[in-house]
């Protein structure tokens, strides 16, 4: 290296910086293993609690949209009850289409599919009805019930 690149490059006591960089790194050889323990130890736990929570909300947003769509089918059976004075049977799929409720959405005592929810009717003249989502969180499923023309809310329930 030309000497005027050296002045240049020379620390106060005449030393090149990188050889002042070297020789501070010498002892240097690398993080402990128990320094890399601590640090893949704090990394596991914020996953941990970043799993927990993003499980927690997938749970709680599967029971927000079963509440919404019982609301819907519930209110699709309110106005069928209200044309026909009773509820449609939970095996006549014609009356629950008539009503606005698909067969892929509900399934029956008379037809089992693999749908979300589950309708069934009772009472004297069908004029009760429940409903409840096939979907467990935390060991409960959202139900809706309804009895001459008017729906409960849906409310948890603990799974069958």
């Keep these: 290296m030309p000497e005027y690149q050296k002045n240049y490059l020379a620390g106060r006591g005449g030393e090149i910086m990188i050889d002042k960089f070297r020789k501070a790194m010498r002892g240097e050889k690398g ?18 609690l970043g799993i927990r929570a993003y499980i927690g909300y997938i749970g709680s947003s599967k029971m927000t ?17 209200a044309q026909n004075q009773s ?18 959405e ?3 005592a008379g037809r089992q ?6 309708y ?3 009472g004297t003249n069908d004029t009760q009805y429940e409903i409840f989502s096939v979907t ?7 139900a809706g019930y309804g009895t001459s023309g ?3 809310p849906a409310s948890l329930i603990a799974a069958p």
């Design 113 to 118: 599919n693999n749908s979300p929810y589950v």
């Design 65 to 81: 949209k079963a509440s919404g769509d019982i609301a819907t089918i519930q209110a699709a059976l309110d106005s069928y009850y």
């Design 150 to 152: 008017v729906s409960s």
């Design 136 to 142: 467990t969180v935390n060991g409960q499923n959202m």
């Design 120 to 122: 069934s009717v009772s």
């Design 106 to 108: 509900v399934s029956t």
């Design 87 to 104: 509820y449609p049977e939970d095996t006549d799929f014609y009356a629950l289409s008539t009503a606005g409720i698909s067969s892929y």
């Design 31 to 48: 993080f402990t293993l128990v320094e890399m323990m601590v640090v893949l130890i704090i990394i596991a736990v914020l996953i941990a």
